[in-house]
């Protein structure tokens, strides 16, 4: 009976699903705090997670599979020099390009909106008046055109914006004005109104965003980070945002999460703060995914969705 190790939150939910779409699977849940469960661990083949304990592999010799329940994949590959030679890491890949761009065009409009403002106001019970700019025309740079990225520019596009994307070839991406390499960033952020991170985090995007960069922006651009924290450098995004060179910030995503308290962050009035709920996790939909892998791995067909380890996503 192949066994099934879940490294989940929702693992009882997922466990449901397997036991009666995939009744062959042994299914074991594990809580990442929790001791290693070593005799299991040594006969599994499929490991379902996101985070996990590296180690966690090091004693798998008949590991087949990975599946991460995320879109991205740094957590998968801080264990990859544990994996056992061979073994494919799939991440969840069109799970989650609707919501994560109804998101970030979500939260550029309550920006330019100024909602916080108007809740302010509400009360108070002031009946204060100005006119918002229109978001309609603005310069969005979307930075990372994967299938979360390329759904982003092409919401942002459809609500009106020119669309400006950044990728690793530089390729042309339909439904998006003009696509730079990344080796271009520095002469595409002067025309950024809006800033929108969706790269994964690589050795070559860590720290991409930091103050040379940031200056690089027109004063009051937006940014908006929905991928890793890491992204930015913390400490140049903070200062660039207490300066009030950025006119805000929109952040899902943090070196630390969750957020500690004593981050400045959470009491810049220009900073939205939302805890990493861009990209919610739905079970039934993962588990699905997941079980079209596994069948795929069966009968020896490509896995969607499968991690380039040279890349690191």
């Not at 929790?34 to 590991?63: G, N, Q, S």
């Not at 073994?87 to 998101?103: I, K």
Request: with cysteine; glycine share 6%.
């Amino acid at each position: 009976m192949p066994k099934l190790l879940i490294v989940s939150s929702d693992g009882p939910t997922y466990r449901e699903i397997f036991a009666r779409e995939a009744p062959e699977l042994e299914v074991l849940l594990h809580r990442r705090d929790d001791p290693i469960p070593t005799d299991f661990v040594r006969e599994m083949e499929f490991l379902f997670a996101w985070y996990f304990p590296p180690e966690l592999v090091k004693e798998a010799p008949r590991l087949r599979w990975i599946s991460s329940t995320g879109a991205g994949v740094d957590n998968v590959m801080a264990a990859r020099d544990w994996l056992p030679t061979g073994v494919p890491v799939t991440r969840m890949v069109h799970v989650f390009d609707d919501v994560m761009a109804e998101y970030v065009l979500g939260y550029l409009l309550a920006v330019q909106l100024d909602v916080p403002r108007v809740v302010k106001l509400q009360q108070q019970k002031q009946w204060g008046r100005w006119n918002p700019p229109l978001l309609r025309g603005a310069t969005a740079v979307v930075v990372g055109l994967g299938s979360i990225g390329s759904e982003v520019a092409r919401t942002l596009k459809a609500a009106g914006l020119n669309v400006i994307g950044v990728s690793r070839s530089g390729q042309p991406v339909d439904g998006i004005d003009e696509v730079h390499p990344i080796s271009a960033i520095d002469a595409v952020l002067p025309h950024a109104n809006y800033l929108i991170l969706v790269v994964p985090l690589t050795a070559e995007t860590r720290g991409l965003i930091d103050a040379r960069r940031l200056a690089l922006l027109p004063k009051d651009a937006v940014l908006v980070n929905i991928c890793r924290g890491a992204i930015t450098v913390e400490a140049d995004l903070i200062a660039a945002l207490e300066s009030k060179r950025l006119r805000h910030a929109v952040l899902d995503v943090f070196h630390k999460e969750p957020l500690p308290t004593e981050s400045p962050l959470w009491a810049l009035e220009n900073v939205t703060v939302t805890p990493h709920i861009a990209g919610p996790d739905d079970p039934t939909v993962n588990a699905q995914r997941f079980l079209e892998n596994y069948r795929r791995l069966e009968a020896g067909q490509p896995l969607e969705g499968q991690v380039n380890f040279e890349r690191g996503y």
